[in-house]
């Protein structure tokens, strides 16, 4: 007589796990390399690039596979020692923001900005980074840096006083110079407003600078400019 054993299991659970699994799985590839970001995944303890999506393949100017097989030190100019301070950084979790300089295919030089965390893809730790290339906004800031002090330059050459005025608000901003010309050093006249302006003017001429304001305001007339007095601090009137 021949007997067969038969051995129920309910896997429903199990495959509802793995389902689960291949689904998250799925999605991450999606958003991995779908998306128009840079994203790059990383051996926090050896800079291995893991993992690089397609996104990065065209701003790094490699193919995939020859991203997929160089270290992040190939591509930052930084220092091995630095990069790895950045990294364990990154991993720790202590900072999530960073600016660096990456080198291109082709050589160039960008200035970009990494968004970087930690992320535990099958037990292992791995670091997920999202580049930006910031390249064309640090110059445009280092610009307008050079602009600034070349028009501070001006400014103490020519020995003019200077005053911004917040409409808005009523802040006013002296330079040093300014405050000169009616006798105070800039601390004496803290915290400044346009108040300051109106309470040091000769009351005659408040008037006259006020409908001048007026009519530029008003686009009457191109810019404001007129002559005025002002109080001094040692007490006499100087014509600014």
């Known amino acids: 007589?021949?007997?067969?054993?038969?051995?129920?299991?309910?896997?429903?659970?199990?495959?509802?796990?793995?389902?689960?699994?291949?689904?998250?799985?799925?999605?991450?590839?999606?958003?991995?390399?779908?998306?128009?970001?840079?994203?790059?995944?990383?051996?926090?303890?050896?800079?291995?690039?893991?993992?690089?999506?397609?996104?990065?393949?065209?701003?790094?100017?490699?193919?995939?596979?020859?991203?997929?097989?160089?270290?992040?030190?190939?591509?930052?100019?930084?220092t091995d020692a630095e990069i790895q301070a950045e990294m364990d950084l990154a991993a720790?979790?202590?900072?999530?923001?960073?600016?660096?300089?990456?080198?291109?295919?082709?050589?160039?030089?960008?200035?970009?900005?990494?968004?970087?965390?930690?992320?535990?893809?099958?037990g292992v730790q791995h670091l997920h980074s999202i580049i930006?290339?910031?390249?064309?906004?640090?110059?445009?800031?280092?610009?307008?840096?050079?602009?600034?002090?070349?028009?501070?330059?001006?400014?103490?050459?020519?020995?003019?006083?200077t005053w911004e005025w917040n409409v808005l608000t009523g802040e006013a901003i002296f330079n040093e110079r300014w405050a000169e010309i009616v006798g105070y050093t800039l601390s004496e006249l803290s915290p400044s407003t346009i108040q300051t302006w109106f309470e040091l003017t000769?009351?005659?001429d408040l008037h006259t600078a006020m409908q001048l304001l007026g009519q530029h305001f008003t686009g009457q007339v191109p810019f404001y400019s007129c002559e005025i007095r002002m109080k001094h601090k040692a007490g006499h009137w100087v014509w600014i």
């Open 1 to 78: 007589i021949s007997h067969f054993i038969v051995v129920k299991e309910d896997v429903t659970e199990q495959e509802a796990t793995q389902l689960a699994l291949r689904e998250s799985e799925a999605l991450y590839r999606n958003m991995f390399e779908n998306n128009l970001a840079v994203k790059l995944l990383i051996d926090p303890h050896t800079g291995q690039i893991v993992d690089a999506n397609p996104a990065a393949a065209n701003f790094y100017g490699y193919s995939l596979d020859k991203l997929k097989s160089l270290r992040i030190q190939d591509i930052n100019i930084l």
């Open 202 to 204: 000769h009351p005659d």
């Open 92 to 122: 720790s979790q202590q900072h999530h923001v960073f600016n660096f300089r990456h080198r291109l295919a082709n050589g160039e030089i960008r200035d970009v900005e990494v968004y970087s965390g930690p992320i535990i893809i099958m």
């Open 132 to 161: 930006l290339d910031v390249t064309a906004r640090k110059r445009a800031e280092e610009a307008l840096r050079q602009n600034e002090e070349r028009l501070q330059m001006i400014l103490q050459g020519t020995q003019v006083g």
